[in-house]
């Protein structure tokens, strides 16, 4: 059985077409699909006959809400949705007021092994499919009522380790006849994984590109970053000039600041020597707190001191606002919360 939802627009045209279905039907389809239906019936323009032939050998995926938090501080909606084989992940509302965003995972786990996040504890169960990712904005959308309009990929998952199905997602969630949400809305996160970043890098698509880089040399990242000792700084910045030069596009480094670990004065100018000339923008985060980590925040000064060093040497940086802290709205710790329940 093939879910609609993980077809291209052209792949579900030639699927229509192979059933004897006229060519309009594909637009039909593919709209009521990112509208939210639960099942062929909901399609009410599509004639009986046709929903037949369609439940035959195709069906329309789901995501059930397992458990929802809402922020009495700003609205930060956290979803922890249930996939049909049972597994579980995070995704993450936030209201701005240039629109509303939606931090969705890529994979059930993670396998990076980043030594300051939640996801990755307890390893990779499995890759999602292209309408599994797609499922997040859709049911988020449908449970709230309002458009989403901005996409973060920084939720559980490295999304570049699961490549195909990720730019399957992009492709469908940016269609006319689909959500239309345009690519320069769009952000996609990364560890670094090199490879994939020349890869995206030709696919030329103008979304943002995130790189979650959280150290200024190679034996800092290496101590927290697994992904480092395959791919290290130098080989990532390299990757990302690349980047930079082939989509014309500017990269956002993500920085998580870890007290006493990668948040000195120093730390912060070799980041602006290892940054410095390239078209990008530093996205400092002071650190989530993960029992398991033990990892800490520094103090507002020290968070401070290390954005105004480098707006002093020339890096355009700035602290992300907290969003939902009442709910431990960082992805990868309410699904972890429910695996330890079930233990």
Known sequence: MVDLKDLSYDELGELIAS?????????QIFSWLHKGVEAFDEMTDISKKTREKLSQFSF??????????????????KYLFELPDGNCIESVVMYYKHGISICISSQVGCRMGCAFCAS?????????????????????????????SNIVMMGIGEPLDNYDNVIKFLHNVNHPEGLNIGYRHISLSTCGVVDKIYELAKEKLPITLSVSLHAPNDDIRNS????????????LITACKAYICETTRRISFEYSLISGVNDSKENAKELASLLKGMLCHVNLIPVNKVKERGFEKGTKEQIEMFTNTLISLGINATVRRELGSDISASCGQLRKKLMDSEK
């Open 19 to 27: 059933i004897g279905e006229p060519k309009f039907r594909t637009k």
């Open 120 to 148: 990755t504890i307890g390893g990779l169960y499995r890759s999602l499919s292209a309408g599994e990712i797609l499922n997040q904005v859709i049911f988020a959308q449908k449970d709230i009522g309002e458009r989403i």
């Open 60 to 77: 329309v995926s789901t995501l059930k809400i397992r458990e929802k938090y809402v922020s009495k501080l700003d609205k930060t909606t």
């Open 224 to 235: 927290i970053m697994p992904i480092n000792r395959r791919y290290n700084i130098s080989e």
